[in-house]
């Protein structure tokens, strides 16, 4: 069968505390033209079947509803580039917050899960304010899209604060993406967070969520996924043995030896990783780790 045609999509997500949010967009506005840019509320409604099929493929289904609009929209995991996510995207406007199956007939959901099983699951409410940065240079525009998100995550009676800066590349470099997220990581303590919204409302749903487990070896994209497991767990970073000798080259190739050191004795000792964040250390760090390229 064929199936109907996907847009790339890259982004870097960062997770704030919620004090930090108002910092961070101050941060932005000021790197922006666009700085009075009104902000948005938006409901995501996000639908999987029974026995969650999507959620164990990686693939996330929603309708958002942005006040009058609603866009339906299927997204893969994809892949960790340059300290951020690659997936393909399939978008499509619909005429309420009813899920339209008709639509999911030429992706690759169909013969990959019951499509007339399909309910909600949980929702993500959130205000979101969009900046746009831009940057000219070698005949080319880069241009990126950051939203600054704020909100809450509920299923049934259950609820969780959301509180994230995802930049997204529009035109130009991936690499230009960390590079922004370096800048506000200088003023702002932040999160590398690799776990999408959907994941973190699974959890919230009581679905099967992350463990946070690291191979005998982790590489780089290993431990920020431990990381993230443990951020959304709010458990301890465990202390398996592991040998750190990729993730240490990535820091000696950065020049953040010292730091991860300092990062790596803190985790080890068993401070809880939510509580790493205020420091702005560990987002430091992870930031630095995600421009190495072992190649």
């Known amino acids: 069968m064929m199936t109907a045609d996907a847009n790339v999509e890259l982004e870097v997500k960062l997770s704030l505390e919620p004090s930090a949010s108002d910092r961070a967009r101050t941060i932005l506005e000021s790197q922006s033209n666009n700085s009075g840019a009104d902000r948005m509320s938006l409901r995501n409604i996000y639908y999987d079947t029974p026995d969650f099929s999507l959620d164990s493929q990686r693939m996330a289904l929603r309708v958002r509803q942005k006040g009058s609009q609603f866009i339906q929209t299927l997204k893969t995991q994809g892949e960790f580039v340059d300290g951020g996510h690659r997936r393909l995207e399939w978008e499509w406007p619909v005429a309420s917050a009813e899920l ?18 399909l309910q909600p699951v949980f929702e993500t409410n959130f205000e979101r ?25 509920l299923s049934g009676d259950r609820a969780s604060e959301l509180s994230e800066v995802e930049f997204e590349l529009k035109s130009g470099h991936p690499e230009v993406l960390r590079r922004h997220a370096v800048r506000l990581a200088e003023s702002v303590p932040v999160f590398l967070n690799v776990l999408s919204k959907a994941e973190q409302g699974y959890h919230l749903a009581g679905v099967l969520s992350p463990e946070p487990d690291l191979s005998a070896r982790p590489d780089v994209y290993g431990f920020f996924r431990c990381l993230s497991a443990c951020w959304l767990r709010q458990v301890p970073f465990p202390d398996q043995g592991s040998d750190f000798a990729l993730i240490r080259n990535a820091a000696q190739a950065t020049g953040m030896s010292e730091e991860l050191e300092q990062l790596l004795g803190q985790l080890l000792a068993g401070q809880p990783v939510n509580s790493l964040i205020s420091d702005g250390l560990l987002g430091r760090v992870q930031l630095a780790l995600a421009g190495f390229s072992p190649d």
């Not at 007939?105 to 013969?111: A, K, R």
């Not at 969009?130 to 809450?152: H, K």
Request: hydrophobic share 40%; glycine share 10%; aromatic share 0%.
């Open 100 to 117: 339209d199956r008709s639509l999911l007939m030429q992706t690759p959901l169909v013969g990959q899960a019951d499509t007339e099983r």
């Open 129 to 153: 304010q969009v900046v746009m940065l831009r940057e000219s240079g070698a005949g080319a525009e880069t241009l990126v899209e950051v939203a600054i998100d704020q909100g809450r995550i």
